[in-house]
């Protein structure tokens, strides 16, 4: 059984900045990042394998970035110059491995076995 659990949620202004961390229990090579906002369904936002290759969704590409934290258990979620749309509840996912890093299935949220709780990220104008 993997743990995880996110850290780094807030309120910020429209433009601020924030970043997430996710502290895993076991190591595993492949980490998602998923949001929801109320009324709405839980969206793919990027993914990290353990080489660092990440993907993103159109919607926070060159805002968001996503990385192993140097801390080897953790995995982080840079975000910049956020947006009102971009607030909702945080989560962290993990997968034994991203296989071959296609985003199609990268950003499912069926993809992933292991889920943290979330942490609420609220963006205010």
């Known amino acids: 059984q993997v743990y995880l659990v996110e850290s780094g949620g807030g309120s910020v202004q429209a433009g601020g900045s924030l970043r997430l961390s996710c502290t895993t229990s076991?190591?595993?090579?492949?980490y998602g990042w998923f949001r929801q906002a109320p009324g709405k369904e839980r969206e793919g936002v990027a993914s990290?394998?353990?080489?660092?290759?990440?993907m993103y969704v159109d919607s926070v590409k060159g805002r968001f970035t996503v990385s192993k934290g140097n801390a080897k258990n953790s995995v982080n979620l840079k975000m910049n110059r956020l947006e009102p749309e971009d607030t909702a509840v945080y989560y962290c996912?993990?997968?034994?491995?991203?296989?071959?890093?296609?985003?199609?299935?990268?950003?499912?949220?069926?993809?992933?076995?292991?889920w943290g709780q979330g942490t609420q990220v609220t963006v205010s104008p």
């Open positions: 996912a993990a997968e034994a491995q991203c296989l071959d890093n296609q985003w199609y299935y990268l950003k499912e949220r069926a993809f992933y076995e292991y």
């Open positions: 076991q190591w595993t090579d492949c």
């Open positions: 990290v394998d353990t080489d660092g290759s990440a």
